[in-house]
């Protein structure tokens, strides 16, 4: 890596220049010839088209079809009954808090990008940091719509929450499963907060540049009357720091608390001290697979690859790539953990899991989770940009497949082998997961068409300043 | 700006355009020097240094958002103490019916989100936001300060301004345009 692929100075990168790993040359964030005018226009104008494209019409269309799908689902589940789903004893847990959990997790890389990232100063991250944000967001709604219906009896899921009600009881503090409606509960309001508060200054940008009276009304109410003030910067950039502060041990918490519905059990294959950094591990994981998976078609319908730049995708598939290797590492570390104990069970239970009935579900999760990944060690695979969209939704697979073998091959082989049974899904179980997938691109291509998905006023500020060029300009006009 | 004694039409104050940051601190530079108290800068992005070149201070933000933090920490304290030890006891698996380490997970919770919320709606507060009218947005020039222009405004409240005076001061920083802002009512 000693040599220098380019000379181009500064002022004219090309758009293959900021690959060079030459720590001599900093790479350009935005590649092209671009302005702060420039940026403004390529990002807004998503949004400002007069006229809606066809694609969007019928991505959305699709989305929404299978959103209501989802809703008339949830009905049928009210309706009926929880005996709808295939679980039973002793499967009691399967595919909704897998889809809990799956969901829960691809939040997770947003808030990383959005808040960890920011603390270390990685610029790069600007670019996509919005559009991870609605990911989370967007994948928190639909985590949490699956524990909601869960509990039987919906009608009292208030009981969940600290308010009086008429049994005159409170809730239990001591359970990880109330944790759990803090966690996620904080965790959507502040991931939300964050969210709002970047887009403030973007969606002043789209008032002032809106050509309707309609628009500047909405845009202008959700703007807050920001007006990009010096003393309002200065409270907002403090803000926003405190605000990645906070934001950062949340999310470790939060997948360490939904790891404590399993660690705090007694379950053989779900008590492990492991638990919570390899769940927020691979929550990064698969976080990371979904942002690529969304934003790789987005970057080139939109016209963004300036903005979201190759080396942009190669970064995410660095974390890929070393995330990967920390699930595979815990999933070994449970096996050894297993034999090291001598404990019986505990033996038989992962034995079970990589061999037993489930050992399908088992092996795709470790080709998609340890194998696929390892592609990225090659710098030609890592900048490929459609092998790279295949690895992401192998990436969704193996960690959808994860959740399932945590949770199902460890209940279902039971301590009596009378009450062993073969766990499968029923229509509304498989249903409902492509609903939930409804419901979370509905939303997301309604943030696509109404809001700048990449954060504008945070990417002039990681933009090379033009030099000042009116030293000696002619005397201002009044 | 609370006025009360003003007519239909009064000065809001004088605006300087710019173009790039480094003539924006300039310019805010000399304008602090100069004294003005009740003057701004308008800028599309955070302009790196603009807060020493107009000498704005520190903001009180990090003190209210660390009080709100411990006061959700102690309100979850309290509120688990309350609900489980002495108003309903819960006596589960003969555990203790108070006991720190099982309440710590939501005590932080409630630290985080009373600290996040304080964060946000603090600076909304502070920053007197939202307020959907201001007299700025009446200058079409001034639309692009979220777009690529940056803009420095003295404001007629301030006890140095003066008409002429503070017109020739923004002269001198030599702005791309020069606007007078009035105050609609």
Known sequence: ?478 | MPDTTRNASSLFGYLAEFDTPDDLLEAAKSVRDAGYRCWDSYTPFPVHGLDDAMGIQRTILPWIVTISGFTGCVVALVMQWWMNARDFPYLISGKPLWSIPANIPIVFELTVLFSALAAVFGMFELNKLPRLHHPLFSSERFRRATTDRMFVVIEAEDPLFDEVRTRHLLESLQPLALERIEDKK
């Open chain 1, 1 to 478: 890596m000693s040599t220098m692929t380019s000379d181009t100075s500064i002022g004219i990168p090309s758009v293959a220049d900021n690959l060079s790993d030459d720590p001599r040359r900093r790479a350009p964030l935005v590649v092209g010839d671009n302005n702060y005018a420039t940026v403004t226009e390529k990002v807004c104008s998503v949004v400002e088209r007069p006229k809606t494209p066809l694609a969007w019409y019928v991505a959305f269309g699709v989305s929404a079809a299978l959103a209501t799908y989802m809703v008339v689902l949830i009905g049928y589940l009210f309706w009926t009954g929880i005996g709808v789903w295939g679980n039973n004893q002793p499967v009691g847990w399967a595919f909704e808090i897998v889809n809990f959990v799956f969901w829960v997790g691809i939040g997770h890389a947003g808030t990383l990008i959005s808040a960890i990232l920011f603390l270390l100063r990685q610029h790069w991250r600007t670019a996509i940091n919005r559009f991870a944000e609605a990911m989370t967001i967007f994948a928190v709604i639909c985590a949490g719509l699956f524990p909601a219906i869960h509990v039987g009896r919906p009608w009292f899921a208030y009981w969940l929450f600290p308010i009086p009600n008429q049994m005159n009881m409170w809730p239990n503090f001591r359970s990880p499963l109330l944790w759990d409606v803090f966690a996620v509960s904080t965790y959507f309001t502040v991931s939300l907060l964050f969210w709002y508060v970047g887009l403030i200054p973007d969606l002043a940008t789209l008032r002032d540049r809106a050509q309707t009276r309609l628009r500047s009304f909405i845009y202008g109410i959700f703007a807050l009357g920001w007006r990009g003030s010096a003393r309002h910067w200065h409270r907002y950039e403090v803000a926003y720091i405190l605000l990645a502060g906070l934001a950062t041990p949340l999310v470790l918490s939060v997948h360490s608390v939904v790891s404590f519905d399993f660690a705090t059990s007694q379950i053989p294959g779900w008590h492990a001290t492991i638990f919570p950094p390899y769940f927020v591990a691979g929550a990064i994981f698969s976080g990371f697979g979904m942002v690529l998976t969304l934003i790789i078609p987005c970057r080139k319908w939109y016209g963004l690859e300036e903005v979201i730049t190759l080396r942009h995708l190669e970064n995410m598939n660095k974390i890929i790539l070393s995330t990967g290797m920390m699930v595979g590492l815990a999933y070994g570390t449970e096996f050894f953990i297993a034999a090291y104990s001598s404990n019986p069970i505990e033996e038989f239970t992962f034995i079970n899991r990589a061999l037993g009935p489930y050992a399908w579900a088992y092996w795709i999760m470790i080709c998609c989770n340890v194998v696929v990944p390892q592609i990225f060690w090659s710098r030609a695979m890592r900048r490929s940009v459609p092998v790279m969209f295949v690895v992401s939704i192998l990436v969704n697979v193996g960690m959808w497949f994860e959740r399932f073998v945590i949770i199902v091959s460890s209940l279902n082989r039971d301590f009596l082998p009378s009450s062993w049974h073969y766990y499968s899904p029923t229509w509304v179980d498989v249903s409902m997961l492509i609903g939930s997938f409804g419901v979370f691109f509905t939303l997301f291509l309604l943030f696509l068409r109404f809001v700048p998905m990449v954060a504008i006023a945070e990417l002039k500020g990681v933009m090379p300043q033009p030099a000042s060029t009116r030293r000696n300009a002619e005397a201002p006009h009044a």
